[in-house]
């Protein structure tokens, strides 16, 4: 049984709140990576769908895509899309394996996946002051910042998933704050706080979190800066049209036998 990280009647709550007053800036900015690598890719894709817990974000970007709400089992029909997109969203999964697997099986063979979401170096300075603070104002520990995927593991959850030509890679993105009040009063409109099936169910003191403001380490211009890493995954259903890496020991020559010809060759050169 997959353990439960994500509370999500508390999730879906932050998000519906969110919604009245967005600030969606991150995810403005993941829409225009996702539209830049799409113009990389020389494809014309005609079934496109969306997984994103924003729909109105999508609507005039892909307005022939099907939009899907982020959930644990997402409204995708096999087979039916040659793209699909999940957009930051798949950081709050309970099962982000089951996330990637349901995204391949609604791709056409030699269709597209792009998923963006947070990864571990997100929020790494919030986490690090709200751990010391509590420590000193309550000597325990307990859930408040979501434990993010690092980008060495999703690589590997892609393979896992089934995609061909798997790629992880990640953009970092440092944003400037008064206080930690105004860095929390963002995360509440992004629909980005704590939702957590472990979280404390009970307010917290107001030391608490004083305590974590003087911990917090400021600029020269007493501002501090919150950081929110964006793990970009791509991979593809698989075709037969697409490259194969060779199998082992089908290579026609050694790589002892390469770096002897370039010593050679330098030698001639004179440049050994």
């Not at 709200?130 to 959850?157: H, K, Y």
């Not at 089934?162 to 953009?171: I, K, T």
């Not at 009970?202 to 964006?230: C, G």
Request: hydrophobic share 45%.
């Amino acid at each position: 049984m997959t353990p439960t990280l994500t509370d999500r009647t508390a999730l879906d709550r932050n998000r519906t709140r969110a919604r009245r007053a967005p600030e969606l800036f991150l995810h403005e900015e993941a829409a225009l990576e996702i539209e830049e690598r799409l113009a990389e890719v020389n494809r014309r894709f005609t079934a496109p769908a969306v997984v994103s817990p924003f729909p109105d974000l999508w609507r005039d970007r892909l307005p022939d895509a099907r939009i899907v709400p982020d959930a644990d089992r997402l409204a995708l029909e096999p087979e039916a899309h040659d793209l699909v997109i999940h957009a930051l969203a798949m950081h709050w999964a309970n099962d982000p394996v089951g996330q990637l697997v349901q995204c391949r099986r609604a791709l056409r063979p030699d269709g597209l996946f792009l998923g963006l979401l947070f990864g571990g170096r997100t929020l790494s300075e919030l986490r690090i002051a709200l751990a010391e603070a509590e420590a000193a104002v309550s000597d325990g520990l307990s859930p408040r910042v979501l434990p993010m995927a690092e980008i060495r593991d999703l690589g590997g959850l892609l393979q896992r998933a089934g995609f061909a030509l798997p790629v992880a890679d990640s953009l970092l993105r440092e944003v400037c704050y008064r206080d930690t009040l105004h860095l929390m009063r963002d995360l509440r409109a992004m629909g980005e706080t704590n939702a957590l099936d472990a979280r404390l169910r009970r307010p917290s003191r107001r030391a608490l979190f004083a305590e974590a403001e003087a911990r917090y380490p400021r600029r020269a211009d007493d501002r501090i800066v919150a950081s929110f890493e964006i793990i970009c995954l791509t991979g593809w259903a698989p075709h037969d049209s697409q490259q194969k890496p060779l199998r082992p020991g089908s290579a026609a020559h050694s790589l002892a036998d390469a770096l002897e010809a370039a010593r050679k060759d330098a030698i001639r050169t004179g440049d050994g």
